[in-house]
């Protein structure tokens, strides 16, 4: 399969390039060209992604790239606008003039958080700029391709310790600084997705006609708290370093987005399907850290095994 991938500089586009390489030619663009295997290209311009796309010829395209950064999108809603929505607009155009699929990546962000946990068919109500930004791209792929494969992720875990602005890639960045504790919210819950398992699970998906929108996180049901815990004690620093739990309040002034309470996410229409691929969350995050930082967190964990 030739699959041409827009906005792939990110930890998923890594994890995607990882896991599709061997079996399929792929075409990865980016604004920040950082990997040797990236090419530039911004899908906001229109001409450029058309005639980018035009002279691969893919047999699908995926539009993976956005601004994830909550607070960056309430300060510059146009700007979000513009690369969360109307890229995908010019995605969905170029694949329908192709007659190709369209994949787009979206997030357990779009919910409000109004329930403990929310399945594929359940009606989104964004809350801030971001979630607002990339629920309106679920409506353009729905609406206008008839192909397509929307898949919502969680809290994404992925890219390695280059990637620092993620929840555990900074907690790594805090412990490596030798630190005794560490306060995480114990107010907000979601469900982690580490970004190989979902590259291989919809490697699988998009060999197959099941066209449609699809939740596709880790299993199980878990906090930020929770997370940190389970990270702690991989890392074998749990006589070492206190999880002090406290509210959202303690970081409001550093992360004054609205945020869902509730993030989390069941693959119910992959379980129907019988293709729900990903791992247990605790599972999902000790591959994590043995593939992406055994080495890196030798200087202050020294009794980590992978």
């Not at 389970?230 to 970081?251: C, D, M, Q, R, T």
Request: hydrophobic letters at 40%.
């Amino acid at each position: 399969m030739r699959a041409f991938i827009a906005g792939a500089g990110g930890m998923l586009g890594e994890a995607l390039h990882k896991v599709l390489k061997s079996k399929n030619k792929l075409f990865c663009t980016d604004i920040d060209v950082n990997e040797p295997w990236l090419k530039y290209g911004d899908f906001r311009d229109f001409g450029e992604y058309e005639r980018m796309v035009s002279a691969f010829k893919p047999d699908i395209l995926m539009h993976v790239g956005a601004y994830t950064d909550l607070e960056y999108c309430e300060r510059h809603p146009e700007e979000t606008y513009r690369t969360n929505t109307l890229s995908v607009e010019h995605a969905a155009t170029i694949a329908n003039a192709h007659g190709i699929p369209l994949v787009y990546i979206s997030t357990a962000g779009i919910f409000d958080g109004s329930k403990e946990v929310f399945d594929d068919w359940d009606k989104p109500n964004p809350l801030g700029v971001y979630a607002r930004s990339k629920y309106q791209g679920e409506l353009v792929v729905q609406t206008r391709v008839a192909k397509h494969f929307i898949f919502r992720a969680g809290w994404m875990m992925g890219g390695g310790p280059a990637k620092d602005k993620k929840f555990i890639n900074k907690l790594v960045k805090q412990l490596e600084t030798g630190v005794d504790k560490i306060h995480v919210v114990d107010d907000l819950f979601g469900t982690p997705t580490y970004t190989v398992d979902f590259a291989r699970n919809l490697e699988a998906m998009i060999n197959t006609p099941y066209y449609g929108l699809y939740n596709m996180v880790c299993g199980g049901e878990t906090s930020r708290l929770e997370v940190a815990q389970e990270l702690v004690k991989l890392l074998n620093l749990e006589n070492k370093v206190a999880v002090i739990p406290v509210s959202s309040g303690y970081f409001a002034t550093e992360y004054f987005a609205p945020r869902p309470p509730s993030e989390r996410l069941v693959n119910y229409r992959l379980n129907l399907r019988g293709m729900n691929l990903m791992q247990d969350w605790r599972a999902g995050l000790k591959d994590y850290l043995a593939n992406y930082f055994t080495d890196h967190v030798k200087s202050f964990a020294p009794d980590y095994r992978p």
